[in-house]
């Protein structure tokens, strides 16, 4: 073939195949279940009505850029917040959301319900929703639960790292077993478990200790999520997951969505980060002392030094490779994507921010996976779950 048709033809593939990721990204509808930019930008004093780029990984036009149909905004606060805080805390943080999606609602509305979704998606709006990360922000009282549910929280991650006084977290029982009061779920924690199947809030697993997992899927009825969880076996830490709690989560009907942490990833971005940190260790032990939390001081040096930590980033192909695993596991039915963003100092290259999406559209089409099944990992997965833990009695 002559030089110059050959270049061409490779040049028009290259278009082709552009335009049609593309097109499939737009074409399905895009959920996110876990993105933590109202904790640690809104309530930190950022504007994300505002262009944020350089500065965390999503703002309102990056939503839109990105293809985002609907965003789960995690509600968070950590285990410094307790008794007669945490609670009062996910209210204002849900008050922000409300303010601005109410200062936005040509662009944006709260998602409530499967009825919602589809209006926010035919509308083009980013369609809002709401997953509490960490049960100590109910304060152990059920009434908590219900009015979190009414302000339209539709999931709560059972623990966040820190344990509660009735469910033990990844954090607490691979590292301090021996001095817990109890492991897994209480008889109490089992009650929100059932309240939350009642309501219709979806149960999360994302980092919730063994034993509290198998305590919580042996007590559900309805279908859980991982909201942002990856695999064990590809990256043993202690909240990704093993092999038999992907396969109960596969007979449970849920839905894992990974995670885009690098250190939930891939266990080399681990070691390269504690050298990293060791390196550093004057400026971290100074932050340690103004008691900062160790993923704040992560965050905060990975910005300062960007390019040591670009060098030991893994690439979007190990992302992939925990999505494959779980599919030949347990089928494409059960996989979907919780990016973590904006609670994540590092993510693969080249996923940058929330524009990066449709990279991982058009990954997982040169990966064979076909339109269809493509439609059910970026959002279709969810749906299925969202509506069968929906109460139709309410
Ligand atoms: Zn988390």
Redo the contacts with the bound molecule.
Sequence with gaps: MPKLLCCLLILLSIVGSAQSFQKIHNKAVVIDT?N?VLSTVTMKGLNIEKDLSGKSHSDIARFKKAGMDIQVF?I?CDERFGKDTAFKYANLEIDSLYAIVGRNSEKMMIVTNPVELQQAVKQKKLGCMMGV?GGHMIEDNLDHLDALFKRGVRYM?LT??NSTSWATSAFDETRKKDSLPHIGLTDFGKEVVKKMNKLGMIVDI??VGEQTFWDAIHTTIKPVIA??SCVYNLCPVPRNLKDDQIKAIGQNGGVVHL?FYSGFIDSNYNKGKAAFLQKHKQEVDSLKSLKWANYEIEEWTAKKYPQEVEAYRPDLSQLLNHLDYIVKMIGVDHVGLGS?FD?IESAPKPLDDVTSFPLITKALMERGYSKKNIEKILGGNFIRVFKANQNHEL
Aim: aromatic share 14%.
């Design positions: 876990h933590d995690s968070f990360e991650t966040w790292n994302s980092h909201s942002h995670n973590d609670g």
